[in-house]
């Protein structure tokens, strides 16, 4: 099997190198709840690490008391794919819980 790679631009201007084809896995996001301080409501972080061809990237939402802390994690996760992802994918609705933190993966639409 042969790997075909491209050169494209990223969205701080500079060049990386992604496969030409669209991937198949991908890091999971992470979310996290952060509760309210004196000057912030409460909220959800959607992250993922730097990697070798991209950088960190991080989104932070209100928590949405009406769709509780599941719901609330997964529409981070959702929202977070919306901006930063390339490709039409689908989160997937279950997600891995360890210390205190979600972790989301999604498929290919």
């Known amino acids: 099997m042969t790997l075909k790679f491209k050169m494209t631009r990223n969205v701080n201007g500079g060049t990386q190198l992604v496969a030409a084809d669209k991937p198949t896995s991908y890091a999971a996001i992470r979310t996290r709840f952060y509760g ?3 000057t912030k409501g409460a909220r959800i972080v959607a992250m ?3 990697t070798t ?11 949405d ?3 509780g802390d599941t719901g609330s994690h997964h529409a981070a996760a959702a ?3 919306a ?3 390339p490709y ?7 997600a891995m819980a360890f210390d205190g933190d979600m972790f989301w993966s999604w498929t290919n639409a």
Do not use: C, G, H, Q
């Open 48 to 50: 993922r690490p730097a």
């Open 79 to 81: 929202l977070f794919l």
């Open 88 to 94: 039409p994918v689908a989160i997937k609705p279950d």
């Open 83 to 85: 901006k930063f992802n």
């Open 65 to 67: 008391y009406e769709l």
């Open 36 to 38: 309210p301080t004196n």
């Open 53 to 63: 061809f991209s950088p960190a990237e991080r989104l932070t939402m209100a928590y």
